[in-house]
């Protein structure tokens, strides 16, 4: 990863034989209905199932509520964009289904359909994570729906273990606490990228 001219880190990323370029940015409020539109992944786990009955509510918790000083970042491929995460630091009683305590913002992380699978994701999370490092937050907090299997193991293999389970919205929570991890973001692991 590097670092391109304006300050955003870069990366080349794609198939064999193509040259893409990879970019992270910070979100900011013009970035707010792509968010709504990732948020609708979310719900839907990325698939084509239906909306869940508290979609509304919850978009309106975890988009509605987010502001630009909480922290974000966008993730472009060929300067489009194709996921973003953003941190959510509220008080409990405006709380969502990941909240821990109001020292540890939950993580909402999301990819355009049709762009997961390549480790882009992983990448995108590690910028998060370093966004609340460099904050000064002991860890980053998220909520991961009950059968959303996939899901739930991508995060136990990067460093997020379950601390608590939300009965009242069926979600596990999860805890990638940076103490446990000396101070690091080392989600990638073996990661590499060929282009």
């Given at each position: ?80 964009r194709?996921?973003?995460t ?97 101070n690091?973001?080392?989600?990638l ?7």
């Amino acid at each position: 990863m590097s670092t391109s001219q304006d300050g955003n880190s870069t990366n080349d990323f794609g198939n064999p034989g193509e040259k893409n370029q990879v970019s992270f940015r910070p979100a900011l409020e013009a970035d707010r209905p792509f968010l709504e539109e990732l948020f609708h992944e979310i719900d839907t786990w990325g698939e084509d199932r239906p909306l869940s009955e508290n979609f509304h509510n919850d978009r309106e918790k975890y988009v509605g509520q987010w502001e630009e000083s909480m922290g974000g970042v966008i993730a472009e491929l060929n300067g489009q964009r194709v996921g973003a995460t953003w941190l959510l630091e509220l008080p409990q009683e405006r709380c969502g289904s990941g909240y821990i305590s109001e020292d540890i913002p939950e993580l909402a992380i999301s990819m355009v359909r049709g762009k997961t699978g390549h480790g882009l994701g992983r990448m995108l999370l590690k910028t998060a994570l370093e966004v609340a490092l460099d904050k000064g937050k002991p860890g980053v907090s998220l909520a991961v729906d009950k059968g959303n299997d996939r899901a739930y193991h991508v995060y136990e293999t990067l460093g997020f273990k379950e601390v608590d389970y939300n009965h009242d919205t069926d979600c596990h929570v999860m805890l990638y606490d940076f103490q446990d991890h000396n101070n690091q973001t080392n989600v990638l692991g073996s990661i590499t990228h060929d282009s």
